[in-house]
């Protein structure tokens, strides 16, 4: 009987030791499989960051935009207290965007510098006119600025709206563009009446 028992036990130990083997290929296994679960996970968490950034930035120049055009209204409306206000906003957008997440390449900063950099111009035109008691000057030269840099502006968010490989890749986004800026042209004509 003792020689049964020992037999048993050593298959019993033998069988134990593979099952541990196996026990130990398989927690192995688990961990790498986990492991590339991990950083395919953190891939994706990126992968959305940046997307929501693109989008945040799509909609931040898509608002400049819409109240660079509202700003041309209150400069032919001669609205002078809300055409100061605009610029200021109009220029700090526009430095946030500069500063943002998604990155811009020197022609686009260029860009964006320059018309933040001719509002300061027209602010302080239309500021010092209105100090001194005078009329500013001739609304439309100021619209014909504030024009130009809206024309620059557009081709800065049709490139983020392109990137990558210049394949529109926010088409979506380009159509709430659309329909933003049609919405604050309505807006904006009904205030004129």
Same mark, same amino acid.
């Given at each position: 009987?003792?020689?049964?028992?020992?037999?048993?036990?050593?298959?019993?130990?033998?069988?134990?030791?593979?099952?541990?083997?196996?026990?130990?290929?398989?927690?192995?296994?688990?961990?790498?499989?986990?492991?590339?679960?991990?950083?395919?996970?953190?891939?994706?968490?990126?992968?959305?960051?940046?997307?929501?950034?693109?989008?945040?930035?799509?909609?931040?120049?898509?608002?400049?935009?819409?109240?660079?055009?509202?700003?041309?209204?209150?400069?032919?409306?001669?609205?002078?207290?809300?055409?100061?206000?605009?610029?200021?906003?109009?220029?700090?957008?526009?430095?946030?965007?500069?500063?943002?997440?998604?990155?811009?390449?020197?022609? !686009?900063?260029?860009?964006?510098?320059?018309?933040?950099?001719?509002?300061?111009?027209? !602010?302080?035109?239309?500021?010092?006119?209105?100090?001194?008691?005078?009329?500013?000057?001739?609304?439309?030269?100021?619209?014909?600025?504030?024009?130009?840099?809206?024309?620059?502006?557009?081709?800065?968010?049709?490139?983020?709206?392109?990137?990558?490989?210049?394949?529109?890749?926010?088409?979506?986004?380009?159509?709430?563009?659309?329909?933003?800026?049609?919405?604050?042209?309505?807006?904006?004509?009904?205030?004129?009446?």
């Amino acid at each position: 009987m003792n020689a049964f028992a020992t037999e048993w036990g050593n298959i019993a130990s033998v069988l134990g030791l593979l099952v541990s083997i196996v026990g130990l290929g398989f927690s192995v296994w688990a961990v790498y499989a986990a492991r590339g679960a991990k950083l395919a996970a953190e891939s994706a968490a990126e992968s959305v960051r940046a997307r929501l950034s693109l989008f945040g930035i799509l909609e931040s120049l898509s608002l400049a935009l819409a109240q660079m055009q509202e700003l041309k209204l209150l400069q032919r409306t001669q609205d002078w207290a809300q055409v100061l206000s605009r610029y200021a906003n109009l220029r700090v957008s526009l430095a946030r965007i500069c500063a943002g997440p998604v990155a811009l390449d020197e022609r !686009e900063q260029s860009i964006l510098s320059d018309a933040r950099s001719a509002l300061a111009a027209n !602010e302080n035109r239309v500021d010092r006119a209105l100090l001194s008691g005078k009329q500013p000057a001739d609304p439309a030269k100021l619209n014909e600025i504030v024009s130009s840099h809206i024309d620059a502006c557009v081709t800065v968010l049709v490139r983020i709206q392109t990137e990558p490989g210049g394949k529109s890749d926010c088409r979506s986004t380009h159509g709430a563009y659309e329909a933003t800026f049609g919405q604050v042209s309505i807006w904006i004509s009904r205030m004129a009446t």
